[in-house]
């Protein structure tokens, strides 16, 4: 099951960097899709210290929602960059005030739904629904706070076109 799920995760990958013609935004995808999952299990270990292969049911269920929050904000990031012109910073507040309030309400409702289910006598949908409520949790956080950041500071880093550095005023020594 977390073999699949890593071939999913390289899946999406390619076709998002297709889909946006971006190697950069594949790239971004892939950390922002695999980190809330390993994080996920990284907290269930440390608060449980077991993982079960049942468990391991939550990296591909989760996968689908995570990829769908990932998306949503990239491309919204990606429009507010190549069709607005705005900077980076101007495209992430853009991007996070049209999907993040879309991406914390899907967010916070399937979280509740899910801790209702961890109230079930079954053990295996105890931890299922546990784990599941903390990854989704985990990949909210991560896209609201550090994904943002991490294409705020992937795009500062980048060089800049000769053409938009002539235009820019200089800077003093």
Partial sequence: MLTGTVWSVLLIAALLTLVLRSVRYGAISVVAIAVPIVAAFGVWALAK?????????????????????????????RVAVEQHGLGAREAVRQALSTAGWDLTVTSAALIAGFLVLSQSSFGLFFDLAKLTAITIAISLLFNLVFLPALLVWLAERRPRPASVESRAPARAA
Avoid: C, N, R
Wanted: glycine fraction near 18%; proline fraction near 0%.
């Fill in 49 to 77: 210290g077991q993982i079960t292969g049942g468990l391991a049911i939550v990296s591909g269920m989760t996968l689908g929602i995570i990829d769908d929050d990932v998306v949503h904000l990239i491309s919204k990031y």
